[in-house]
């Protein structure tokens, strides 16, 4: 064989060589950074897209029931455990992802904007500051049967065998009078958890520990929610 030959066999080798270890590098940087179904990295033309998505059909809104509707829908969109227009009381939570925070803020541009009939704009470093925002941030609703009943609780989600704990949680407000059946008392407290300590493709439970040792538990599917 001559010598152009085998350094042509060799080249080839060398390069398929470095093709498999190029790809290898690939799924192993994959891995290490999970790819998010909840919107972490947005743009700025994607946060003033959303700031639009809240904001237009608040503008069209023209009476309290369509804004409350609106709101509804809102909350609904970004919900997971229970459906509170079938389970009242159940376990769930709101999670404010970026683009919720945006689409609020949009909802509250049109809001200005009709009080001073003039176009009132979320400016561009507010709307880096939400873009940067490293938590997602989760409203927790519980009911109980006394005012004080989630004082003291802990909060965790579950994926498979791993456990993710808050950045930090506020405490519970007072409870209040719960109007529908079920327990007397509902209450609400905000925990945050860094969007680089779970998958939110991954099947996850949100797990409550109260004080006295009882635990509350849902599903929660964040694949759903941008």
Same mark, same amino acid.
Not at 215 to 223: G, I, K, L, N
């Given at each position: 064989?001559?010598?152009?030959?085998?350094?042509?066999?060799?080249?080839?080798?060398?390069?398929?060589?470095?093709?498999?270890?190029?790809?290898?590098?690939?799924?192993?940087?994959?891995?290490?950074?999970?790819?998010?179904?909840?919107?972490?990295?947005?743009?700025?033309?994607?946060?003033?897209?959303?700031?639009?998505?809240?904001?237009?059909?608040?503008?069209?809104?023209?009476?309290?029931?369509?804004?409350?509707?609106?709101?509804?829908?809102?909350?609904?969109?970004?919900?997971v455990g229970a459906d509170p227009e079938k389970?009242?009381?159940g376990a769930s939570a709101v999670l404010r992802?970026?683009?919720?925070?945006?689409?609020?803020?949009?909802?509250?541009?049109?809001?200005? %904007? *009709?009080?001073? !009939?003039?176009?009132?704009?979320? /400016?561009? @470093? +507010?709307? =880096? &500051?939400?873009?940067?925002?490293?938590?997602?941030?989760?409203?927790?609703?519980?009911?109980?049967?006394?005012?004080?009943?989630?004082?003291?609780?802990?909060?965790?989600?579950?994926?498979? %065998? *791993?456990?993710? !704990?808050?950045?930090?949680?506020? /405490?519970? @407000? +007072?409870? =209040? &009078?719960?109007?529908?059946?079920?327990?007397?008392?509902?209450?609400?407290?905000?925990?945050?958890?860094?969007?680089?300590s779970f998958d939110s493709n991954a099947k996850?439970?949100?797990?409550?520990?109260?004080?006295?040792?009882?635990?509350?538990?849902?599903?929660? @599917?964040?694949?759903?929610?941008?």
């Amino acid at each position: 064989m001559g010598s152009g030959v085998m350094q042509g066999a060799l080249s080839l080798r060398v390069r398929v060589g470095l093709g498999v270890l190029i790809g290898a590098w690939a799924v192993v940087a994959w891995a290490a950074h999970p790819v998010y179904a909840i919107d972490v990295k947005l743009t700025m033309e994607e946060a003033k897209k959303a700031l639009a998505a809240g904001r237009e059909p608040m503008e069209k809104a023209n009476t309290p029931e369509d804004v409350k509707k609106l709101l509804q829908q809102a909350a609904l969109a970004t919900r997971v455990g229970a459906d509170p227009e079938k389970d009242p009381c159940g376990a769930s939570a709101v999670l404010r992802t970026k683009r919720y925070w945006l689409e609020s803020f949009g909802r509250k541009e049109a809001t200005e %904007s *009709k009080k001073q !009939k003039t176009d009132v704009r979320m /400016p561009d @470093d +507010k709307i =880096r &500051k939400y873009l940067d925002m490293p938590n997602l941030e989760m409203e927790v609703q519980l009911c109980g049967d006394d005012e004080y009943f989630a004082d003291g609780v802990q909060i965790a989600l579950q994926q498979g %065998s *791993k456990t993710v !704990k808050p950045v930090d949680a506020s /405490p519970p @407000d +007072k409870g =209040r &009078k719960n109007e529908g059946q079920g327990p007397a008392y509902r209450t609400r407290f905000t925990a945050r958890f860094a969007y680089d300590s779970f998958d939110s493709n991954a099947k996850t439970k949100v797990v409550v520990f109260f004080p006295d040792g009882k635990m509350t538990e849902f599903e929660a @599917d964040f694949s759903k929610v941008r």
